[in-house]
């Protein structure tokens, strides 16, 4: 019998890509008016998502690791954008400045951050079948003002975040945590996610059923990792939830 629902929240339940694409747009303008200089604002934008997405090089790897340690994800993002800016066009912003910029991409961002359509609607129906638990990845820094933009934690009775945890999906640490908040055993679960690596490698490890959102990503056979189920877009999970309870 199915008792609990574990979710992740970016792809999955936020259409995190598309509130990304919106700031990346303003911030590639807000770039330009900042530096005052001909540049290719939108090669920033992309560059910064990527770094703040931790898709470095091992030299990044290698200089941001210990910022983040020492000063925080707020300082790894500052030094990030002073770094792009000077590494590719040879430009110095102070910290002030670059700042300025990280905040802003923030503010953007969460202004266009929201639910999928009908998942909020989803949630709210579910919640009366099901313990609803979140467990997403990220840092406090950036995913506790997502869960508060769309007031998560009105519609699920538990949220887990990666950042305040001692290991991230797809640690099983992570998963029995869930599992002891939602009071059941790993077979009465399903975990929902967009992740291969994270999502469903982690709930397959812990024995927990897999529910994959593909969007437009092509099953990686190098992985090795086969979801239980798959839906392409967040919008089936509804049906798919109800089959997997009959």
């Given at each position: 019998?199915?008792?609990?629902?574990?979710?992740?929240?970016?792809e999955?339940?936020?259409d995190?890509?598309?509130?990304?694409?919106?700031?990346?747009?303003?911030?590639?303008?807000?770039?330009?008016?900042?530096?005052?200089?001909?540049?290719?604002?939108?090669?920033?934008?992309d560059?910064?998502?990527?770094?703040?997405?931790?898709?470095?090089?091992?030299?990044?790897?290698?200089?941001?690791?210990?910022?983040?340690?020492?000063?925080?994800?707020?300082?790894?993002r500052?030094?990030?954008?002073?770094?792009?800016?000077l590494?590719?066009?040879?430009?110095?912003?102070?910290?002030?400045?670059?700042?300025t910029?990280?905040?802003?991409?923030?503010?953007?961002?969460?202004?266009?951050?929201d639910?999928?359509?009908?998942?909020?609607?989803?949630?709210?129906?579910?919640?009366?079948?099901?313990?609803?638990?979140?467990?997403?990845?990220?840092?406090?820094?950036?995913?506790?003002?997502?869960?508060?933009?769309?007031?998560?934690?009105?519609?699920?009775?538990?949220?887990?975040?990666?950042?305040?945890?001692?290991?991230?999906?797809?640690?099983?640490?992570?998963?029995?945590?869930?599992?002891k908040?939602?009071?059941?055993?790993?077979?009465?679960?399903?975990?929902?996610?967009?992740?291969?690596?994270?999502?469903?490698?982690?709930?397959q490890?812990?024995?927990?059923?897999?529910?994959?959102?593909?969007?437009?990503?092509?099953l990686?056979?190098?992985?090795?990792?086969?979801?239980?189920?798959?839906?392409?877009?967040?919008?089936?999970?509804?049906?798919?939830?109800?089959r997997?309870?009959?």
């Amino acid at each position: 019998m199915l008792k609990a629902l574990f979710l992740d929240m970016d792809e999955t339940l936020c259409d995190t890509y598309s509130a990304n694409e919106k700031a990346k747009q303003k911030m590639a303008r807000n770039v330009t008016d900042k530096t005052g200089a001909q540049i290719d604002g939108h090669w920033v934008a992309d560059a910064y998502v990527d770094g703040i997405y931790r898709r470095w090089s091992q030299t990044q790897h290698d200089r941001y690791m210990p910022i983040i340690e020492q000063h925080g994800e707020r300082a790894f993002r500052v030094q990030l954008i002073q770094d792009l800016l000077l590494d590719k066009f040879q430009i110095s912003v102070s910290n002030e400045t670059a700042k300025t910029l990280q905040d802003q991409f923030d503010h953007d961002r969460l202004q266009a951050f929201d639910f999928y359509p009908g998942i909020a609607e989803f949630l709210t129906e579910a919640r009366k079948l099901f313990t609803l638990v979140v467990i997403t990845n990220g840092p406090e820094h950036s995913q506790i003002p997502k869960i508060e933009v769309v007031k998560l934690a009105d519609y699920v009775d538990h949220i887990i975040i990666g950042g305040q945890e001692p290991e991230q999906k797809p640690a099983q640490s992570i998963f029995a945590k869930a599992l002891k908040l939602a009071n059941c055993e790993a077979h009465e679960a399903i975990h929902v996610g967009d992740s291969l690596a994270t999502d469903i490698q982690g709930a397959q490890n812990s024995g927990i059923t897999s529910l994959w959102i593909q969007h437009q990503q092509p099953l990686d056979a190098e992985l090795g990792i086969n979801p239980h189920h798959t839906v392409m877009h967040p919008s089936e999970i509804p049906a798919m939830i109800n089959r997997l309870q009959e």
